[in-house]
Nanobody
Framework: QVKVVESGGGLVQAGGSLKLTCAASGLTLSSYLVGWFRQAPGKQREKVAVIDSFGTTDVADSVKGRFTISRDNGVNRVYLQMNSLKPEDTALYYC????????WGQGTQVTVSS
C-alpha cells in the first residue's frame, strides 16, 4: 500500500525558515517525479517545485532563490527547504509523486505571520 506523508509545516514569522519533508512508503521513490504544490484559501493549487529522478529541479518564479527542493532516495524522502518566508507563502503544502500513476499526500499547513 502506497503512503505519502508530508510534515514540517507550522507557524513562522516572516523572514523565517521551514523544511518540509515528503515521506513515501510502499514504492521506490527514485523512479518518481516529485513535486511540491500549495493551495491558499480561495486560490487554485499551484506548483512550487519539482525534482525528477535524475535530480534535476525546477522552482516557481515566486519562490526562486528562497526555496530549494532535494531528494534522498535512500530513505524515500523529498524535502522542501523554505527560507525568507513571506506571508503570501501561507498555504497548505502538498507532495505529489508521479510515474504513470500519481499519488498525493494530505498536506502540511504553513502559516507565515507578518
Amino acid at each position: 500500500q502506497v503512503k505519502v506523508v508530508e510534515s514540517g509545516g507550522g507557524l513562522v514569522q516572516a523572514g523565517g525558515s521551514l523544511k518540509l519533508t515528503c515521506a513515501a512508503s510502499g514504492l521506490t521513490l527514485s523512479s518518481y517525479l516529485v513535486g511540491w504544490f500549495r493551495q491558499a484559501p480561495g486560490k487554485q493549487r499551484e506548483k512550487v517545485a519539482v525534482i525528477d529522478s535524475f535530480g534535476t529541479t525546477d522552482v516557481a518564479d515566486s519562490v526562486k532563490g528562497r526555496f530549494t527542493i532535494s531528494r534522498d532516495n535512500g530513505v524515500n524522502r523529498v524535502y522542501l527547504q523554505m527560507n525568507s518566508l513571506k506571508p503570501e507563502d501561507t498555504a497548505l503544502y502538498y507532495c505529489r509523486l508521479h510515474w504513470g500513476t500519481e499519488y498525493w499526500g494530505q498536506g502540511t499547513q504553513v502559516t507565515v505571520s507578518s
